[in-house]
């Protein structure tokens, strides 16, 4: 019994950690190596939610039931404001925060202009939930991209964050919100790291 335990443990185990990674598509750092700056942006058009794949517009309705049933009006507009917050600045604020945390040579901004931009394309998200003392972390499955910045159909890089777990790093991670950004900064530490064994 206790080797058919650890058996799927181990088989747990290595199932999260083979999705739990940055797979490089095309492409490689070598052309941010004289560079000081790159412009970033984040896309979350067209995103699917949960195991279900739930569209956006499913996922909001589905919640909005859920907090209705227990709560009142109030609070699903609170909800849905800190939502569309995260999803304006939030979010990449916590890339940004994982990226520059351990890439020194290259810092990675929004809103500036610079030769290459990445351009941080979602395409789905597992909210996690929370109970207490127990809770599920966050996933993330994005196409990372650079790009020229005056020629954006110019990719000379492109990475696929594959289910990147968050961790429960932030003040808001008994939320939605809070857990997906958690992995958004994980996704950006683990591009941070890898530009770090390259760009010097």
Not at 20 to 38: A, I, R, Y
Not at 88 to 94: I, P, V
């Amino acid at each position: 019994m206790k080797k058919l335990l650890l058996l799927v443990v181990l088989m747990f185990a290595t199932f999260t950690f083979a999705q739990n990674q940055l797979n490089f598509e095309s492409g490689t750092f070598d052309f941010l190596k004289d560079q000081s700056e790159v412009d970033v942006q984040l896309k979350f058009d067209n995103v699917l939610f949960q195991a279900e794949n739930y569209t956006e517009a499913q996922y909001l309705e589905k919640r909005k039931t859920e907090t209705l049933a227990k709560k009142d009006a109030a609070a699903w507009q609170k909800w849905s404001e800190s939502w569309q917050a995260f999803k304006d600045s939030e979010y990449l604020n916590y890339f940004l925060k994982g990226v520059n945390g351990w890439s020194k040579q290259v810092v990675f901004k929004k809103d500036i202009k610079s030769k290459y931009t990445l351009i941080i394309d979602t395409k789905w998200v597992y909210a996690g939930w929370h109970a207490g003392l127990v809770a599920q972390e966050g996933k993330l499955t994005s196409d990372l991209i650079f790009v020229e910045t005056d020629n954006p159909s110019k990719v000379v890089m492109k990475i696929q964050g594959d289910a990147i777990l968050g961790k429960k790093t932030n003040k808001d991670f008994t939320m939605e919100y809070g857990r997906i950004a958690a992995a958004y900064e994980v996704t950006g530490k683990l591009i941070g790291k890898a530009l770090k064994k390259v760009v010097k």
